[in-house]
């Protein structure tokens, strides 16, 4: 009975790992678009040698 309520009042130290795990998830969705943009208008506008 006397670890469930020292679990109780020890502070949540896990919650801080949402923290880089969603800012890692966004750049990767931001990186992801940004390659299929770049991609794609790369092969529409190609560069012209003139």
Same mark, same amino acid.
């Given at each position: 009975?006397?670890? /469930?309520?020292? %679990?109780?009042?020890?502070? *949540?130290?896990?919650?801080?790992?949402? +923290?880089?795990? /969603?800012?890692? %998830?966004?750049?990767?969705? *931001?990186?992801?678009?940004?390659?299929? +943009?770049?991609?794609?208008?790369?092969?529409?506008?190609?560069?012209?040698?003139?």
């Amino acid at each position: 009975m006397h670890l /469930a309520t020292e %679990a109780s009042t020890s502070p *949540v130290w896990h919650f801080w790992l949402a +923290v880089p795990i /969603a800012l890692g %998830a966004i750049a990767v969705v *931001v990186a992801i678009i940004a390659g299929y +943009v770049i991609s794609v208008s790369r092969t529409r506008y190609p560069k012209s040698d003139s």
